[in-house]
């Protein structure tokens, strides 16, 4: 198991605040924190962000718009 990077834990920590990681990538986002205090400040900023938004409404989103903007993101992200 290789180690994340900070780049790859800032790809992941969406799916890690919101515990849809896989137990092999939560070990590795971990045990980076473990040893990065610049990504423990950057998690702690994040869940700060989070709680403060959690207060926002969502806006309603259409079906379609949705689906056309996941389909985006997943393209752009294979890309990479």
Same mark, same amino acid.
């Given at each position: 198991?290789?180690?994340?990077?900070?780049?790859?834990?800032t790809?992941?920590? $969406?799916?890690?605040?919101? =515990?849809?990681? *896989?137990? #092999?990538?939560?070990?590795?986002?971990?045990?980076?924190?473990?040893?990065c205090?610049?990504?423990?400040?950057?998690?702690?900023?994040?869940?700060? $962000?989070?709680?403060?938004l =959690?207060?926002v *409404?969502? #806006?309603?989103?259409?079906g379609?718009?949705e689906?056309?903007?996941?389909a985006?993101?997943?393209?752009?992200?294979?890309s990479r």
């Amino acid at each position: 198991m290789t180690e994340l990077t900070c780049k790859e834990l800032t790809e992941l920590i $969406t799916d890690y605040l919101e =515990g849809r990681l *896989p137990e #092999p990538d939560r070990l590795r986002f971990e045990q980076h924190l473990a040893i990065c205090d610049a990504c423990v400040t950057y998690v702690e900023q994040m869940r700060a $962000t989070r709680k403060a938004l =959690g207060a926002v *409404p969502q #806006p309603k989103i259409p079906g379609s718009m949705e689906s056309e903007l996941l389909a985006t993101f997943r393209r752009w992200k294979e890309s990479r």
